[in-house]
């Protein structure tokens, strides 16, 4: 019954109280499936040798017919056959035929009492000869056995139907069938015939009523963890009150109407005395049941909180050891990844020199092919230089922490046009650059990502003779959008997903110098800001970079533009704590 303790996991959240629950389910599903086919086969043996107490409890109490007694067999027998949590195909297909035989009866009992035909089937096994207590017509059962029958064997075919809300829909089916079979019992405890027999019909059997009852308990039974059952067995508030009050709501009624009737028949009081008891004494019991329940509540509230409490304390003090051990982590890697960096560095140096070296050589001797080649010697080690510059900044956007202040970016946006500007004065670009563009973030790291998508721009409108580079913003859904347009060679937006990926170039090396990082480092910034980064373009029609850096927040009437002095200043703190490593000295 693995899916069961599953089941039971999920409602508890202890496997191990879930493994136990599941066991004394099981007892109980096994007591009430089989008690009734006890209960069966006692009356089929009365009635096969003709003993009357088997068949009836009571002289003066109506029998178990005998189309009952095969109602209970087969009920009980398509029950047991769907036990477990993944019962045979072979068992399930026989439980089916079972409730359908079980269906049927109840169906053809029920219409001979509605339309009063006789259909032979009372009498086939056995012959009920003389009179029979509280019995219309000869060997026929009781119209609500009929009835409990017809509920209890559409319960079990439902529950050996897959489909969704089935199985919740026969729980209720069963639990109509114990309204059914307990009603019927109180009628005898207390004496009142007509809660168990209609007039001009058969009345239902004492020992009918209790094998209704437990045969209905054991189709709850059978899948307790889903449906009306399910809240019985919760081990929230809601299932351990359930399980405190629902006894004292069936027990504290009968034994109080059973007392009162006792009472009044011994002269003790008369009728309206004791309804007052009744009354009096539910209102004391329940009164105690609920008092009973809600201190055991709140036990268990404050069992809850102190163990709530002492996982939190827990909890925190992992969270600080981890945190303690990731930090150290961090700054091993980052020690690692700069010592790599210098060890990278220097291979790179000495192929630097001896390059240089042979170029001086080539060019005494005048060899060009030599000197091609080591001119391309020495443009790779430059490139292999920048990548490793380019993903050491990449690494340390996303370490450094972010110190926010109102940067402002129209400002930085003209620094590094008239940066571009005077790099290739031979250019003319004609720049748009917004005015009054603020943001609330990282003014260095801001300053590094804008340098990027601007020297992105400038970058691939090399080959327009009108070359426009624009910086502006609007707003959207209560967001500011800012972006970098250009009338460059665009790109095709099937591969707008490689853009902002490491190492990723839409154009080929010899056409655009770059390492295929800056976007990379771009989206990193953003990311870090709670933004968001995306391009649109098309080929020969320029391209446009759109970022957002979360929220718009409220700017100060007078707020302190960052300096360039603030700016240096930022990136010494932060020179400073890095790592240093010795760097090996370069071949002479």
Same mark, same amino acid.
């Given at each position: ?31 009430? $499936? *089989? &008690?009734?086919?006890? %209960?069966?086969? @006692?009356?089929?043996? !009365?009635? #096969?040798? /003709? ?122 089916? $069963? *639990? &109509?069938?114990?309204? %059914?079979?307990? @009603?019927?019992?109180? !009628?005898? #405890?207390? /004496? ?397």
């Amino acid at each position: 019954m693995m899916q069961a303790i599953e089941a039971d996991a999920g409602v508890s959240g202890d496997p191990e109280l879930a493994a136990r629950r599941v066991r004394r389910i099981d007892r109980v599903f096994i007591f009430a $499936a *089989v &008690a009734p086919l006890a %209960i069966a086969a @006692l009356v089929l043996a !009365g009635w #096969l040798f /003709g003993i009357d107490p088997l068949k009836s409890i009571r002289p003066e109490w109506p029998t178990m017919k005998a189309n009952t007694v095969v109602g209970f067999l087969l009920a009980g027998a398509s029950v047991l056959l769907l036990r477990g949590a993944r019962p045979p195909r072979g068992n399930v297909a026989a439980a089916r035929a079972c409730a359908i035989a079980v269906v049927a009866l109840a169906i053809a009992t029920l219409s001979q009492d509605l339309v009063g035909w006789d259909l032979g089937i009372d009498q086939l096994l056995f012959e009920e000869r003389g009179a029979s207590p509280a019995t219309f017509s000869p060997n026929r059962m009781a119209p609500a056995t009929a009835l409990a029958f017809a509920l209890i064997g559409t319960a079990v075919l439902l529950h050996a139907t897959p489909g969704r809300g089935r199985r919740g829909l026969s729980q209720g089916l $069963a *639990v &109509a069938a114990v309204v %059914i079979g307990y @009603l019927s019992f109180l !009628g005898y #405890l207390y /004496g009142v015939s007509h809660v168990y027999w209609l007039p001009r019909t058969t009345a239902l059997a004492f020992h009918t009523a209790l094998a209704i009852v437990l045969l209905s308990v054991a189709i709850l039974c059978l899948r307790p963890f889903s449906g009306p059952a399910r809240l019985l067995l919760s081990d929230g508030p809601g299932g351990h009150a359930a399980r405190r009050l629902f006894p004292a709501a069936v027990l504290i009624p009968t034994l109080l109407g059973l007392l009162r009737l006792a009472g009044q028949a011994a002269g003790l009081y008369d009728t309206p005395f004791g309804v007052t008891l009744v009354v009096t004494g539910s209102i004391l019991l329940f009164a105690g049941a609920s008092g009973w329940n809600a201190a055991a509540l709140d036990r268990l509230d404050a069992l809850r909180r102190e163990a709530l409490r002492a996982f939190n304390d827990e909890l925190e003090d992992r969270v600080r050891r981890r945190t303690a051990e990731l930090a150290a982590a961090n700054a091993e890697l980052e020690a690692f990844s700069y010592s790599v960096a210098h060890d990278l560095r220097a291979p790179l140096r000495w192929v630097d020199g001896c390059a240089h070296l042979l170029a001086a050589d080539c060019v005494r001797r005048q060899d060009e092919t030599g000197l091609g080649h080591v001119r391309k010697i020495r443009q790779s080690v430059r490139h292999m230089s920048k990548l490793i510059d380019a993903l050491l900044t990449l690494a340390r956007v996303a370490r450094l922490p972010l110190q926010r202040a109102d940067a402002d970016l129209s400002r930085m946006a003209r620094d590094i046009a008239a940066h571009l500007d005077a790099v290739d004065a031979g250019r003319s670009v004609a720049w748009e650059i917004a005015d009054g563009l603020h943001a609330d973030g990282d003014p260095m790291l801001l300053q590094l990502a804008l340098g990027n998508l601007l020297g992105n721009a400038w970058k691939f409108t090399r080959a327009r003779p009108a070359a426009r580079i624009q910086l502006g913003a609007f707003d959207r859904d209560g967001e500011r959008i800012h972006f970098v347009r250009d009338n460059g060679v665009g790109f095709d937006m099937a591969y707008a997903g490689k853009l902002f990926r490491t190492f990723e170039r839409l154009h080929r090396a010899d056409e655009f110098e770059g390492t295929g990082i800056g976007l990379a480092l771009v989206k990193r910034v953003i990311q870090r800001h709670g933004g968001r980064v995306w391009a649109e373009g098309q080929p020969g029609e320029g391209a446009t970079v759109f970022f957002t850096l979360g929220p718009i927040r409220p700017r100060p009437a007078n707020p302190p533009a960052p300096t360039a002095p603030t700016l240096r200043s930022q990136t010494r703190a932060r020179r400073a704590a890095r790592p240093r490593t010795r760097r090996p000295a370069a071949p002479g």
